[in-house]
């Protein structure tokens, strides 16, 4: 019975030392501050130094680096460029 006393007083379990929480602030401001937070977190982090740029035709995105053979940020881009290196090596050969 005391618990539901509790959550109906308005009263956040997750509430800060100002007794706002994440939930009570704009959407907007609290996923761009957690998105700069990631951002710094992961520039001076550990995986700063596998973080590439796409080798994709006309992409202009990056990705961290998990496996020694990833060259693209997605399987998109990636197709892209081997269909573009076959383009090119068949026109090679006709030309």
């Known amino acids: 019975m005391r618990k539901s006393r509790f959550r109906q ?3 956040s379990a997750g509430a800060g030392a100002g007794g706002c929480s994440s939930a009570d602030r704009a959407p907007v401001p609290a996923a761009l501050g957690a998105l700069a937070h990631d951002t710094a ?3 001076t982090g550990p995986l700063a130094a596998d973080l590439r740029a796409c080798h994709g035709p006309g992409c202009v995105l990056f990705f961290v680096k998990d496996h020694p ?3 693209w940020c997605g399987p998109g881009c ?3 460029a081997r269909a573009a290196r076959h383009y ?3 026109r090679g050969h006709s030309a």
Request: cysteine-free; aromatic content about 0%.
């Open 41 to 43: 977190a992961l520039l």
């Open 69 to 71: 053979r990833r060259e």
């Open 9 to 11: 007083s308005g009263a």
């Open 88 to 90: 090119h090596r068949q």
């Open 78 to 80: 990636g197709n892209r």
